[in-house]
């Protein structure tokens, strides 16, 4: 479900079918990397990006582990703040990611 969802979104261009295919994929798997990530990726195409911390928020974990996304989930939340227009609470992902990568780094 989640490969049928990427491809509907990116190669089809139709968020709408990728958005049935997450929702049939259950919750405590929306927890996992790739799937928070697919699911946050649909919904930026959609450019709705409250829909798309709301997929990021169930993550228990800061930083996400995938081959389609390695890194701090800070960069990704700051992003869907940036493209909502909430500058400050961008900047302030954004720093709390940059930090985490200077922990992971040291």
């Given at each position: 479900?989640?490969?049928?969802?990427?491809?509907?979104?990116?190669?089809?261009?139709?968020?709408?079918?990728?958005?049935?295919?997450?929702?049939?994929?259950?919750?405590?798997?929306?927890?996992?990397?790739?799937?928070?990530?697919?699911?946050?990726?649909?919904?930026?195409?959609?450019?709705?990006?409250?829909?798309?911390?709301?997929?990021?928020?169930?993550?228990?974990?800061?930083?996400?582990n995938d081959s389609w996304y390695r890194g701090?989930?800070?960069?990704?939340?700051?992003?869907?703040?940036?493209?909502?227009?909430?500058?400050?609470?961008?900047?302030?992902?954004?720093?709390?990611?940059?930090?985490l990568v200077r922990q992971r780094l040291a």
């Open positions: 479900l989640l490969m049928n969802a990427w491809y509907k979104a990116s190669l089809r261009g139709d968020v709408a079918a990728a958005r049935r295919a997450l929702e049939r994929i259950d919750p405590v798997q929306m927890q996992e990397d790739r799937a928070a990530f697919f699911a946050f990726y649909t919904e930026m195409l959609a450019r709705d990006p409250d829909r798309a911390i709301a997929h990021l928020r169930v993550v228990p974990r800061d930083w996400l701090p989930k800070g960069l990704l939340l700051g992003n869907a703040h940036a493209l909502a227009g909430r500058r400050e609470a961008a900047a302030a992902e954004w720093r709390a990611a940059l930090d």
